[in-house]
């Protein structure tokens, strides 16, 4: 039987947290769930031996995991073909995932946080200087390529296209070129279909509103709105609908130069039901131009 959503976040925050001492106040606060809801979700789990109680201390049983683990992601998907030309000379002789920002690369900081969450089923769809991204196997061994050789003649759906297989049971979708500065956006389990966003009065980049608990109006530009981050998670039926529905775009006159998000979000946005899990903007950097990226490293001189 499915858990409810309040038993999965409650049974998720104390699995991430472990054993210690919380307060009512502290789980409503941090899940936006109110201390009422909280407290009555507390005591079922702790009568359906999901969590034990030792006074202020919570912690989650080996009953509480068993339910936890059809809710456990696995794979992940990384978009990585595009070539970064605003980046340059930065990727002059490297792709944009590959800069290392005061000596890290920026793809190891999502690499990172996806292997420090036990996903280690990842492929890495690349395109320009491709054989770059062989490095990272130095560190990863497990990762697997796809090489798409058209990423300079469409857009970043060709490489959804080229990674449908992969994209199945539960599964991330991630830009490669995000330099992720709190690791926790990447969880180990999930419930339901999202994307990341990061609360805006107003922006000129893309960005979504919410409607009725999903995402609504993505578009570039946009007031009192979410800014869109490429970290998404698709449960196991939504995998199954992008690889229907991703192909059928790209077939289609003009598909080829798609976005892949507009997909689920405006070009087939009746067939999902995507939530926004919000972060904050600190949470995650993106470095758009070789100034921006000059100003986080001064080693890039201007």
Partial sequence: MPLSRYDFEVLAYLERKGRQEYSIRDISDDLCISGVAIMKCLDELRQTGRIDVFGPEYCIT???????????VRRAVILAAGFGSRMMPATADRPKPMVSVNGVRIIDTLLDALVKNGITEITIVRGYKKEKLDELLIKYPFLRFIDNDDYAKTNNISSAVLALDEIREGCYICEADLYITEPAVITKYQYSSNILGSYSLETDDWSFRMKDGYISEYQKGNTYCYNYYGISYWTPDDCKKLRRDFPDVFSEDGGKDVFWEL?????????????????RKQDIMEIDNYYELNQLDKSYTL
Avoid: F, S, W
């Fill in 263 to 279: 997909v689920p979000l405006v070009l087939r946005k009746d067939n999902y039901k995507v939530e926004i899990r919000q972060c």
């Fill in 62 to 72: 080996g009953k509480g995991l068993e339910v936890l683990e059809p809710y456990r």
